[in-house]
């Protein structure tokens, strides 16, 4: 999407083909900067840093990784090394392990020598699908939002999302924020609440700057405020993006997803979520006991970055010192829920079979 | 309760038994400081800046602050200067206007030589209700707090509360927390997750602060996290305050109560509300329509005030610049959610029976 009127990807090869270069997040919102990415440790840092965030980022970061691994030494060894080290930045998102798995597969049996040609086309490919997904759950859910203005008379969509699912989660469009953009382009007002979403502010930080970036009128409010906005009848839809949808339909996010899922039913709010599916994990069943949830730094709770009146960027302690701290990244929002899942195929019921009847070639698994 | 083992109360008459003093409770948790009140508009400023905040402590400030007013000049148009000025503070805390109207009925008939010192008597009279009271809802929250104990076959109680309402938010012991301290001092073993309350953090900033000077175990949670720890049986029952509470039993309090209150009823935790009568809107029936919610500065929301490494506490920018915010301060939790209401009369069902069971000296109004 745009920034300052360019258009941007949250990763690229440099023209040399090989060089991959990341906007640095953790700069964001008050710098938008490109950094490179020169070896896999770099990637692995990125990922773990939260330089790069957001599940299919995450996925084609790896994958890149794995390239730059290749790049840099093609042996099987290596190739193990690579995915270890990898595999090991960050446990809930799915998309991880599942890029991981896609070059090792494509990798193993071939020769040494043809492997770095061969991790750089898989990882563009990995991208540029993530790029496809993207855009088809922006087509598609930009159809929930002209039935939810046709049913509300015309007038302004009022969406609320929590964390980020837009394109900088993503390599371009995002998953969550693709109907947002599809409708801007489309001539369909929309104005979109965004979570500031503590502790990281990936709402405040990156979904604020990327709306304002491209241009879509949005409102930042405290993480508390969406069911006071539900309740009065502000909000016409929410939808939020995934780490990892279970077969069922359970929906791993962003920390306070299921918040926001409980007042959406509340007040007779549709609650989409949008994800590749990329994300899902066929294998969980039951996503409230069985997905694996980060515990993450205390430190991201009693400290908060900002900037300063005189321009410097710094961290402040916000928390009564010597109070312990709890810090869960994610949490399940129960598939009950959740109206419905946007797939790149389109929009279906949060369930198994409404995932099988998307994806039936995975009726077998 | 005891800060550095010394017993402190949030506004205190000095031994002149004139000036008065507030805990600036803007310089929490990183100081702990008294600063005098020297006149009426200083006690409303205290109010508006939220150096004090709490239903019950603004009610109580607001009394003391016309004591001040006719400290300095007893006659009725100052009276009227002082209600008038102390009214317009804040809109949402019943308690001020509570406060003001009991003032206001005790001085006016009074020849003005005799106001100011019924004026201090009087708000030493509601300063003393208010820790009587307190300290009843403390007895008969214990109550619950064992109740839960005996259930689980013993153990820790663990405790949910959002924003502050200790005794930092009262004159002593506080509304939700006086059960706490009431099982701490009785050596029933507690636990509390506390939210940090964005936008303001009076969780993080106030509750964690009081809970630790005080040594009661506990832990931070960012706003997001409650629903999480609820669905996987961390939390035993959550304990809020209330800014104003309806005749039929509707509770408007910090912004995020009523997402607390659903998550609690989606994974059957007891969902209480402690609040002394005083609190009670006895004018209002339907609380998500009728009560009036205040929205506060923008600047709350963009900016977060913590400690820098250095030591200076300093406000910084977190949100992307340029990006409009909302700040409503209160949402309103429907009676339907809440389990019961912990008065100083006792534990009661939120409903319009309920209420006037324990007060039935409302039923004619």
Same mark, same amino acid.
């Given at each position: 999407?745009?920034?300052?009127?360019?258009?941007?990807?949250?990763? /690229?090869?440099?023209?040399?083909?090989?060089?991959?270069? *990341?906007?640095?997040?953790?700069?964001?919102?008050?710098?938008?900067?490109?950094?490179?990415?020169?070896?896999?440790?770099?990637?692995?840092?990125?990922?773990?840093?939260?330089?790069?965030?957001?599940?299919?980022?995450?996925?084609?970061?790896?994958?890149?990784?794995?390239?730059?691994?290749?790049?840099?030494?093609?042996?099987?060894?290596?190739?193990? @090394?690579?995915?270890?080290?990898?595999?090991?930045? @960050?446990?809930?998102?799915?998309?991880?392990?599942?890029?991981?798995?896609?070059?090792?597969?494509?990798?193993?049996?071939?020769?040494?020598?043809?492997?770095?040609?061969?991790?750089?086309?898989?990882? /563009?490919?990995?991208?540029?699908? $993530?790029?496809?997904?993207?855009?088809?759950?922006?087509?598609?859910?930009?159809?929930?939002?002209?039935?939810?203005?046709?049913?509300?008379?015309?007038?302004?969509?009022?969406?609320?999302?929590?964390?980020?699912?837009?394109?900088?989660?993503?390599?371009?469009?995002?998953?969550?924020?693709?109907?947002?953009?599809?409708?801007?382009?489309?001539?369909?007002?929309?104005?979109?609440?965004? $979570?500031?979403?503590?502790?990281?502010?990936?709402?405040?930080?990156?979904?604020?700057?990327?709306?304002?970036?491209?241009?879509?009128?949005?409102? *930042?409010?405290? $993480?508390?405020?969406?069911?006071?906005?539900?309740?009065?009848?502000? *909000?016409?839809?929410?939808?939020?993006?995934? $780490?990892?949808?279970?077969?069922?339909?359970?929906?791993?996010?962003?920390?306070?997803?299921?918040?926001?899922?409980?007042?959406?039913?509340?007040?007779?709010?549709?609650?989409?979520? /949008?994800?590749?599916?990329?994300?899902?994990?066929?294998?969980?069943?039951?996503?409230?006991?069985?997905?694996?949830?980060?515990?993450?730094?205390?430190?991201?709770?009693?400290?908060?970055?900002?900037?300063?009146?005189?321009?410097?960027?710094?961290?402040?302690?916000?928390? /009564?010192?010597?109070?312990? *701290?709890?810090?869960?990244?994610?949490?399940?929002?129960?598939? @009950?829920?959740?109206?419905?899942?946007?797939?790149?195929?389109?929009?279906?019921?949060?369930?198994?079979?409404?995932?099988?009847?998307?994806?039936?070639?995975?009726?077998?698994?």
């Amino acid at each position: 999407m745009r920034v300052d009127g360019r258009p941007e990807r949250t990763i /690229a090869v440099e023209a040399d083909g090989r060089s991959v270069t *990341v906007v640095d997040q953790t700069r964001l919102p008050f710098e938008f900067v490109r950094r490179p990415l020169a070896d896999v440790e770099a990637a692995a840092h990125a990922i773990r840093a939260m330089i790069v965030r957001g599940a299919p980022l995450i996925g084609v970061t790896a994958a890149y990784g794995v390239a730059l691994a290749m790049r840099a030494d093609p042996s099987e060894a290596n190739l193990d @090394r690579a995915l270890g080290l990898l595999g090991a930045t @960050r446990p809930t998102a799915v998309n991880l392990r599942w890029a991981l798995a896609r070059l090792d597969a494509a990798l193993r049996s071939l020769p040494a020598a043809d492997r770095e040609a061969r991790a750089y086309a898989e990882s /563009a490919a990995i991208a540029g699908e $993530d790029v496809a997904a993207c855009r088809a759950i922006g087509r598609h859910g930009l159809e929930l939002l002209r039935d939810v203005r046709l049913r509300r008379g015309g007038g302004l969509v009022r969406v609320l999302t929590h964390c980020n699912a837009g394109w900088l989660a993503c390599v371009d469009w995002g998953t969550a924020l693709a109907p947002v953009y599809a409708a801007h382009e489309a001539g369909v007002p929309v104005h979109v609440y965004v $979570d500031e979403t503590r502790p990281r502010n990936q709402g405040g930080a990156l979904t604020a700057f990327e709306l304002g970036a491209h241009g879509v009128p949005h409102t *930042v409010i405290a $993480d508390n405020t969406g069911g006071h906005l539900m309740q009065r009848g502000l *909000v016409d839809l929410c939808i939020v993006g995934s $780490d990892r949808t279970t077969a069922a339909g359970d929906v791993a996010n962003k920390i306070g997803t299921y918040l926001k899922a409980l007042a959406a039913r509340d007040n007779d709010v549709p609650f989409y979520v /949008a994800l590749p599916s990329s994300t899902i994990d066929w294998t969980i069943r039951d996503g409230v006991v069985e997905v694996p949830i980060e515990e993450r730094d205390a430190r991201e709770v009693t400290h908060v970055r900002g900037r300063s009146a005189d321009g410097t960027v710094l961290d402040v302690e916000v928390v /009564a010192p010597g109070s312990p *701290v709890a810090n869960p990244a994610f949490d399940v929002t129960p598939a @009950r829920l959740v109206t419905g899942l946007v797939t790149e195929r389109g929009v279906t019921s949060a369930s198994r079979e409404g995932l099988l009847a998307l994806y039936p070639e995975r009726t077998k698994t």
